[in-house]
């Protein structure tokens, strides 16, 4: 997948693609349904599968002291794209300049001049423009006007007729529910982060752990994960997946480090520290807990570990 992030590194053989526009945060199921109607408009004019982005995601300006919510990075998402076949990743840096264009130069100057689409594919309910004057609507009208298609998707919804948002799935994540916001997602909710020195305390119990933080994005719930991690070589290359058990929090028991990451490999031993892990949340096994000592710690990470591997089968 090409990734270009200025309307400079634009060629022509960038120009003619049909594009899905959106913010695409988590690359959800709903995400997904827009990508595939523009992989199929795209397969029969004959043209390469864009998405059109924003980095950093617009709220992060507009709403720069708000908790972290993003459910994947820019690296993380155009990860997922790639693996659903998009050749073209356009990511347009978001800056206070670029947020006061109006809803009509957006499409004229960026979509159709900028970027040379051929059609344009949004969600139903994507706004964009200074103010989020833009809409659906008037994307089908103006973009008609200049010559090029346009095609809106409409909302997909779960079984239950719920709609598949990134809100839910920071919903299950905030509430202990990594399975819910899988399902959400169509694969388990992921990061990633440099393995960072602690206090040895998990290795003086017998369960040595690889600390993270989670930076920048949703917090999960504090407790204790079943969880797949993988080892990111300097290539960029994924690892096999390792099953572990995981703890997110503040560590009650012991000192208090700030929320941390501490993952637990089963049956591995290797050194991790300066490595780069990307960190699969598979189940939930119990809130986090202080404990009256070390002693009745280390039992209930071995249990805790049993469990994982019940539940990772």
């Not at 993380?76 to 998009?86: H, S, W």
């Not at 994507?126 to 200049?146: D, I, K, S, Y």
């Not at 998707?153 to 299950?172: K, L, P, W």
């Not at 959400?184 to 003086?204: H, I, K, M, N, T």
Request: glycine content about 10%; proline content about 4%.
């Amino acid at each position: 997948m090409i990734v270009i992030e200025s309307l400079d590194q634009i060629g022509s053989a960038e120009r003619g693609s049909v594009g899905a526009l959106g913010n695409f945060d988590g690359v959800h199921r709903g995400h997904r349904a827009v990508i595939e109607r523009t992989r199929a408009i795209a397969e029969s004019a004959g043209a390469p599968v864009s998405v059109i982005t924003f980095e950093p995601h617009p709220r992060s300006l507009f709403q720069a002291d708000a908790p972290p919510f993003r459910l994947t990075d820019a690296a993380g998402r155009a990860e997922a794209l790639a693996e659903l076949g998009v050749d073209i990743l356009f990511q347009i840096p978001f800056d206070q300049t670029f947020s006061l264009l109006s809803a009509e130069d957006f499409i004229d100057q960026i979509l159709h001049h900028g970027l040379g689409l051929r059609h344009v594919v949004i969600g139903y309910d994507f706004h964009f423009g200074r103010r989020r004057r833009g809409t659906p609507e008037m994307m089908l009208e103006h973009a008609a006007a200049l010559g090029f298609g346009a095609t809106r998707v409409d909302a997909v919804h779960e079984a239950d007729g719920a709609i598949y948002s990134s809100t839910r799935i920071r919903q299950c994540l905030s509430e202990g529910d990594p399975r819910g916001a899988a399902a959400l997602l169509g694969r388990p909710w992921s990061f990633e982060a440099a393995v960072e020195s602690g206090d040895q305390r998990g290795r003086q119990l017998g369960f040595p752990t690889a600390n993270l933080r989670i930076e920048n994005r949703v917090q999960p719930a504090a407790g204790v994960y079943a969880v797949y991690a993988a080892e990111r070589a300097e290539d960029g290359a994924l690892g096999s997946w390792m099953a572990g058990v995981a703890n997110y929090g503040r560590r009650p028991t012991v000192n208090d480090r700030g929320k941390l990451f501490e993952v637990h490999l089963l049956d591995q031993s290797r050194d991790l520290y300066g490595k780069t892990l990307k960190i699969q949340l598979i189940d939930f096994i119990r809130p986090e807990t202080k404990f009256d000592g070390l002693d009745a710690l280390q039992a209930q990470i071995a249990a805790d570990s049993a469990r994982a591997r019940e539940l990772l089968g």
